[in-house]
């Protein structure tokens, strides 16, 4: 799977933004999805999953209420919602795909497959 995330820019806070992470491969719609963000300086943190059939979500407690995670397993593709958007939540985003079955993993170790990120700026 090859994943590629784009939608990132710059925002004010209090603004939204959607990010888009548009994968190729037959096996998409096996793979549960994940968001993760990295910020300078720091490790990289979970934001949210989506089982492969979108049964089942998780965020991170930072981002509850504010972002939210969809896909459409039709065009290959999975969604980041982000809206109240705060100064830091300014970080480089991935989108990732992980195989295990029957498991949404919110730990970045279990995903395979990585997107290049896109770099959410947030000014206050």
């Known amino acids: 799977v090859q994943l590629q995330a784009s939608g990132g820019g710059l925002v004010q806070a209090g603004g939204s933004l959607r990010l888009s992470c548009a994968a190729s491969g037959r096996s998409f719609s096996s793979y549960a999805m994940g968001w993760f963000r990295q910020a300078p300086g720091l490790e990289r943190e979970f934001v949210a999953a989506?089982?492969?059939?979108?049964?089942?979500?998780y965020y991170a407690d930072s981002v509850k209420g504010r972002f939210t995670i969809s896909r459409d397993n039709a065009k290959n593709a999975v969604y980041l919602q982000m809206s109240s958007l705060k100064p830091e939540d300014t970080a480089v985003y991935y989108c990732?795909?992980?195989?295990?079955?029957?498991?949404?993993?919110?730990?970045?170790?279990?995903?395979?497959?990585w997107g290049q990120g896109t770099l959410v700026t947030v000014s206050s």
């Open positions: 990732a795909a992980d195989n295990t079955r029957g498991v949404v993993n919110r730990d970045w170790r279990w995903y395979e497959y």
């Open positions: 989506i089982s492969w059939r979108s049964d089942s979500t």
